[in-house]
């Protein structure tokens, strides 16, 4: 069940990146095509708070890709479902709602980064 949903999330994931890349260049393709001087229109928001707010989400997503990838990669390894700092079981409802969850509920307040931390 673990790898078929993190699979899923995988591919939603990465269609996502894709539909955020294919906006992002149309915005630089509806840019490159238009002499008007959105900086100053003041009926919408600025091609450039759109491209930022847009890379912005890619980023997003590109985390998120790479947070699952390495689920995918603990998942392999035998130690998906456990905490990446303590080595405690997460809980099955956390997992669903996060399935590339590192971190147990009492751990995910701390600020190392968790790929650097072996469990205790």
């Given amino acids: 069940m673990d790898a078929e949903r993190l699979r ?36 919408g928001v600025t091609i450039g708070f759109e491209r930022a707010q847009l890379q912005g989400l890619l980023a997003g997503a590109r985390r998120d890709l790479d947070a699952l990838d390495r689920a995918s990669r603990r998942l392999a390894e035998g130690t998906y479902g456990r905490c990446v700092f303590c080595g405690e079981a997460i809980p099955d409802a956390r997992l669903e709602a996060l399935p590339a969850v ?5 751990c995910s307040g701390r ?10």
């Fill in 8 to 43: 899923e999330e995988h591919e939603s994931t990465a269609g996502r990146i894709a539909s955020l890349a294919r906006q992002v260049d149309a915005l630089a393709e509806q840019q490159a095509l238009t002499t008007h001087d959105d900086e100053h229109d003041p009926e």
């Fill in 102 to 106: 590192e971190t147990c509920l009492a």
């Fill in 111 to 120: 600020r190392v980064d968790p790929r650097r931390v072996s469990p205790a």
